[in-house]
């Protein structure tokens, strides 16, 4: 290839860049946008109605690990258990 074909080439692929006008561009990035908060819409609805069933169900917290203070103590873990008197 020679200097001139390149330089043509440049060209025309600055041209093909500069027919897209700025508000093009834009809409372009409206329409993605839109397409993508329906996705997350409905994705928000299934993980509400997930949710609410789980909790229906009782299997909301089942299986899920509880995080313990370690300053809590064993008594304060066992309250209301009618073992907490071992610790005294």
Do not use: C, H, W
């Not at 561009?25 to 819409?41: G, Y």
């Not at 994705?43 to 229906?56: C, F, G, P, S, V």
């Amino acid at each position: 290839m020679t200097d001139e074909v390149k330089d043509e080439i440049v060209e025309e692929v600055k041209k093909e860049e500069s027919s897209v006008s700025p508000i093009e561009k834009a809409e372009d990035v409206l329409a993605k946008i839109s397409k993508q908060n329906e996705i997350m819409e409905a994705n928000l609805i299934r993980a509400e109605k997930l949710q609410a069933k789980q909790m229906i169900s009782g299997k909301a917290n089942a299986g899920q690990v509880e995080k313990v203070d370690e300053n809590k103590g064993a008594k304060s873990l066992l309250a209301g258990t009618g073992y907490e008197s071992m610790f005294n």
